[in-house]
């Protein structure tokens, strides 16, 4: 009765039983029995599962603190969104789905200037995600030892979000080079001039088809191709433009 924090004397239990994450229902009780936040039941415990999450988390054991925690999404309680973050960027936490569902939490409810931090996270997670699915849903891979591969050891293979991005990112850079290096030798290969001459002679306008098919001049005025040919739209952004009607 003499302390105005209420709150504080859950804190002191928690701090003193490293278990206590385990003990939810007494001490959710004891909380009623204290009257933490007054009349307010769900902000009592949202605080109180709150600090049972950051404990469980603390001890590395995830799957409680996830149970805490959706508990808390399941309740709407905004202020979560942080210990939420938290478990949904523990890399040690495998539950790749499960953290995607937090960190999806933590962005509704974070402050604006965590959101670009968060989106990052979650960005990154959704590649392993990918990298998992596609692996995993192959035949069946074996190590050098004949075990057969399972999902955690894709995960393993995957590592790092940044590293696999990085990966990606190489891969995309030797596709364009070779592609470069690719046109590239069939424009050489197609130096002589006359061949381009040949090849444009076939772009005549068609005759007889068409709106303004019946002006002759007009189909005619740009058969050389020497004017830039554009709508009536873009007229006045080139330079002696060819005007299609």
Not at 49 to 57: R, S, V
């Amino acid at each position: 009765r003499l302390r105005s924090n209420r709150l504080s004397l859950i804190e002191e239990c928690i701090a003193q039983c490293f278990t206590a994450y385990k003990q939810s229902a007494t001490l959710l009780n004891l909380a009623s029995l204290l009257r933490v936040s007054g009349d307010n039941n769900t902000g009592r415990k949202g605080q109180v599962l709150t600090l049972l999450a950051e404990q469980a988390l603390k001890c590395l054991d995830f799957k409680a603190s996830y149970i805490h925690c959706q508990d808390l999404m399941t309740a709407g309680y905004s202020p979560a969104w942080e210990v939420c973050s938290l478990l949904g960027q523990s890399e040690g936490y495998r539950d790749l789905e499960v953290r995607q569902e937090l960190l999806a939490f933590a962005l509704t409810h974070c402050p604006p200037d965590n959101i670009h931090t968060l989106l990052a996270a979650s960005s990154d997670l959704q590649t392993q995600v990918l990298y998992q699915a596609v692996n995993y849903q192959m035949e069946p891979a074996k190590t050098e030892t004949g075990r057969e591969v399972t999902k955690a050891d894709y995960l393993k293979q995957a590592g790092t979000a940044g590293d696999l991005l990085h990966r990606t990112t190489a891969k995309t850079m030797e596709v364009l080079t070779t592609t470069g290096l690719t046109t590239k030798a069939v424009l050489t290969a197609v130096s002589d001039h006359r061949w381009w001459k040949e090849s444009l002679s076939y772009l005549h306008p068609l005759q007889g088809h068409g709106v303004g098919a019946t002006d002759q001049e007009g189909v005619f005025e740009n058969s050389n191709l020497e004017r830039q040919g554009c709508s009536p739209f873009y007229q006045e952004l080139i330079e002696d433009p060819y005007v299609d009607p």
